[in-house]
């Protein structure tokens, strides 16, 4: 999405249509959100522990640059993006790179016609970081609605019926051919 606004009208040279769906659009938001509570505790901590092999074998390779002990010590993506992500890409700190690359400054400049997909309920991203349609350029469709969690969508009783996503993503896409995009609302949600 970042690239996509970056580029602008020039994204249509390659792109001639494009979707997100559960992007962390404001990784501030985002990165508050996997730092608190319940996601700490139960996404960060998983994401970390992936994260941090990755990056001690990479602090072995630059001791220079990175301190394996820090790293190890790391219990938040804001320290471990704060001592690697922004180390490793020439920012001063995460709140620098989460700043710099987040996607939601540029939906405004996207020009190929975008699908941008979250649930309100998503534990990555609250909603009240979502965009609103005063934020995003007439070629960006926002669909928010209220349950989906993170790339879930589910519909019907537990476990729920886990089509409606690639259908919708399918139908996205399928309107360049087609020219149109008129999708039945058969989400468990309210388009807002």
């Known amino acids: 999405l970042e690239w996509l606004g970056e580029r602008g009208e020039a994204a249509r040279e390659l792109v001639s249509r494009a979707a ?20 700490r505790h139960t996404y960060t901590a998983r994401f970390l522990v992936t994260l941090k092999a990755k990056a001690l074998r990479k602090a072995a390779q630059y001791p220079e ?3 394996a002990d820090a790293i190890r010590a790391a219990t938040t993506f804001r320290e471990f993006d704060t001592l690697v992500t922004a180390r490793l890409h020439g920012f001063v700190d995460a709140d620098d790179y989460w700043f710099k690359v987040s996607s939601k400054p540029w939906l405004k400049s996207i020009r190929v ?8 309920n998503d534990p990555f991203l609250p909603a009240e970081a979502l965009p609103g349609v005063d934020e995003v350029s007439d070629t960006v469709t926002l669909e928010q609605p209220e349950t989906g969690g993170h790339v879930a969508f589910p519909r019907g009783p537990f ?12 139908q996205h896409f399928d309107s360049v051919s087609t020219g149109l995009e008129t ?10």
Do not use: C, I
């Open 20 to 39: 997100g769906v559960s992007a962390p659009l404001d990784l501030t938001a985002a990165g508050y959100a996997l730092d608190s509570g319940f996601n």
């Open 183 to 192: 999708f039945e609302n058969t989400a468990p949600h309210q388009r807002p």
């Open 159 to 170: 476990p729920g019926n886990m089509k409606w996503l690639p259908q919708r993503l399918l």
């Open 113 to 120: 016609p975008t699908l941008v997909l979250n649930a309100r």
């Open 65 to 67: 640059l990175l301190d």
